[in-house]
């Protein structure tokens, strides 16, 4: 879509939103009328929405929600906190989501012959359904599989000779352990990091002792699907016929070039129920652009790799201390409790990391320490192996006079 279109179906996009109150009051308050919007830089001047914000709103009863609507035909549901907010679609809906699904099992390598099987669960929750909406919808063979149960899972994939597997990527391995499950030849993964985890695809290959196609998908119970790889490997694809996605400093909210690292903001095209307009992921990422041989070119090529709102400046530098466990999660000789301590002495901010893990990792340290100067682009003045930490992953920022610990 070039920029042109893309603008007049935002503008349509904030029209229909605009008949919402939720939308109506931000759009309000900003002094934005929806006829405004004729170019990407007065599309950047609409209010952000903020999660707590939104599902405020969605918890109000239906009839008092204003991102319902009478046309609402599927209600899933989504934690936040101690609390499930419902994810209303609507036919519409779930049929453009059903269109770009099919685009992404074209693109992965899927074929309508394909015997699938979902591991994702089925009640309340998005994933399970969510896929095999999309797979009946493209014509495959799915099994409801659900998860748990591997043995009576891996009996039912063997048997039938399922070809495609959906699943989180430790289920997949736990299925996979003992046989390879030798049918499968493409697995969709989802619901852990896996992408931004260097070496986890590999580490997935060997237990299933093949080179499989493996496809990774990023989404939110409010948005999904959002973002999926394809066969050639590339990062994962934005669905840019289904959202506009921006990426933007989580300072200031202005937007950065491609290829600069910032939070994802997230805007549905059509959505009709419970849209998201501008919406901050608190999602830390990298988007570029360029051509992918399976026709996408908008692309995430390390996934999402941290939340914003844990953000610190440490030596100048913006810092995501989970970053840090994402380092960590490619060295097997360490567990994922670590220490992250920042301090200040004599005006200079001073790093250090605390690991729990074996002697092996203690051969490893110099290496961890370049990774970590790559990936966080900050040098770590200490970094330590421990047999044993008591508690982890933490955070303890030590330069505000006090101990600010946080968990990570
Ligand atoms: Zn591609």
């Given at each position: 879509m070039n920029e042109e279109s893309l603008v007049s179906v935002l503008r349509e996009q904030v029209e229909r939103l605009y008949r919402m109150d939720f939308y109506k009051n931000k759009l309000d308050q900003a002094r934005?009328?929806?006829?405004?919007?004729?170019s990407m830089e007065d599309f950047r001047k609409v209010p952000f929405t903020h999660s707590p914000e939104f599902i405020e709103e969605l918890l109000k009863e239906p009839s008092n929600?204003?991102?319902?609507?009478?046309?609402?035909t599927r209600v899933n549901f989504s934690p936040s906190g101690s609390q499930l907010y419902p994810v209303y679609q609507t036919n519409a809906d779930i049929k453009r989501m059903n269109e770009v699904s099919a685009r992404s099992f074209e693109a992965a390598g899927v074929k309508k012959s394909d015997l699938c099987a979902v591991t994702f669960g089925?009640?309340?929750?998005?994933a399970g359904i969510f896929y095999q909406t999309q797979l009946e919808y493209y014509g495959a063979k799915v099994i409801?599989?659900?998860?748990?149960e591997s043995e009576r899972a891996r009996k039912i994939i063997n048997h039938y000779r399922v070809s495609v597997l959906i699943s989180n990527p430790t289920f997949a391995m736990k299925l996979a352990a003992?046989?390879?499950?030798?049918?499968?030849r493409i697995l969709f993964v989802g619901g852990?990091?896996?992408?931004?985890?260097?070496g986890y695809a590999d580490r997935v290959r060997a237990t299933f002792g093949r080179d499989l196609t493996i496809i990774d998908s990023y989404g939110m119970a409010a948005c999904s699907p959002l973002a999926r790889s394809c066969r050639y490997g590339t990062g994962l694809h934005v669905m840019d016929d289904f959202v506009f996605a921006e990426v933007i400093?989580?300072?200031?909210g202005e937007n950065v070039p491609y290829g600069e690292k910032g939070e994802l903001v997230i805007t549905h095209l059509?959505?009709?129920?419970?849209p998201l307009l501008?919406?901050?992921?608190?999602d830390l990422t990298i988007m570029e652009r360029k051509e992918c041989k399976c026709g996408r070119?908008?692309?995430?090529?390390?996934g999402v790799f941290g939340r914003t709102d844990e953000m610190l400046k440490v030596k100048g530098v913006k810092f995501w201390p989970s970053q840090v466990g994402t380092i960590l999660?490619?060295?097997?000789?360490?567990?994922n409790r670590y220490r992250v301590v920042v301090s200040c002495r004599k005006g200079v901010d001073v790093l250090e990391l605390v690991v729990e893990g074996s002697n092996a990792m203690r051969d490893r340290i110099d290496e961890l320490s370049v990774r970590l100067k790559q990936e966080t682009l900050i040098a770590f003045n200490t970094i330590t192996v421990v047999?044993?930490?008591?508690?982890?992953p933490i955070m303890v920022d030590?330069?505000?006079?006090?101990q600010d610990i946080s968990f990570i």
């Open positions: 934005i009328r929806p006829s405004d919007i004729r929600c204003s991102l319902y609507s009478e046309d609402v089925y009640h309340l929750f998005i409801p599989l659900g998860p748990g003992a046989d390879g499950i030798p049918s499968v852990e990091p896996f992408t931004s985890v260097d400093d989580p300072e200031t059509y959505k009709e129920a419970a501008r919406y901050r992921t608190g070119d908008i692309t995430l090529p390390k999660s490619t060295f097997p000789e360490c567990s047999p044993n930490l008591e508690q982890g030590k330069r505000k006079g006090n």
